[in-house]
Nanobody, 116 residues
Framework: QVQLVESGGGAVRAGGSLRLSCSAS???????MAWYRQAPGNQRELVAS???????TYAGPVKGRFTISRDNPKNTVELQMNSLQPEDSGVYIC???????????WGKGTPVTVSS
């Protein structure tokens, strides 16, 4: 009984910004949360993750440009994306590690398209 719903994706020109949000609905506790992305023909890659305590980790290509944050009382995780580049394009998928068995759950994804 876990649901992750992403929002905030869209189309933006290079250099622009977007803010993604993921809202989790679950009766379980949520541990780490993360954003992944996947472009057609590419494997899913980790963009950023954040622990329950708020400690972030970023993939090399997004360091200095993206910021992940979370609001535990609201069960949300955000991804502020600045200085977007075309290579950032893809479907951004919310991930959460949930419950006493550390189950991974995935949202449906929100598309991000960055044009040059």
């Amino acid at each position: 009984q876990v649901q992750l719903v992403e929002s905030g994706g869209g189309a933006v020109r290079a250099g622009g910004s977007l803010r993604l949000s993921c809202s989790a609905s679950t009766v379980f506790s949520i541990h780490d949360m993360a954003w992944y992305r996947q472009a057609p023909g590419n494997q899913r890659e980790l963009v950023a993750s954040i622990t329950w305590h708020g400690d972030p980790t970023y993939a090399g290509p997004v360091k200095g440009r993206f910021t992940i944050s979370r609001d535990n009382p609201k069960n949300t995780v955000e991804l502020q994306m600045n200085s977007l580049q075309p290579e950032d394009s893809g479907v951004y998928i919310c991930n959460a590690v949930v419950g006493p068995y550390n189950m991974q759950h995935w949202g449906k994804g929100t598309p991000v398209t960055v044009s040059s």
